[in-house]
């Protein structure tokens, strides 16, 4: 059986996200893993999108403080006078 043929910087840019959300199957997962584990350059932009869809995961968690929601809507209450 041949090995899977390696793909270039560009093609692998183009899955990242699909890679990074484990939708890709067969040979372009393990070309993705082949070239992640060799290419430093798309290793790093790969661990810069995980880092940023973790952080954008987080913020939607965090709740505003109280004083913050009650400013808020004393605008909206005097908005609407």
Not at 21 to 43: A, K, P, V
């Amino acid at each position: 059986m041949s090995s899977p043929e390696k793909i270039d910087c560009e093609k692998a840019l183009r899955h990242l996200l699909e890679y990074l959300d484990q939708e890709l199957e067969g040979t372009l997962q393990h070309q993705m893993e082949q070239h992640m584990s060799s290419c430093r350059s798309c290793f790093s932009r790969l661990e810069f999108e995980q880092t940023l869809k973790t952080h954008i995961r987080k913020s939607g968690t965090e709740q505003a403080p109280d004083s913050l929601r009650n400013r808020v809507v004393g605008l909206l209450k005097d908005f609407e006078k």
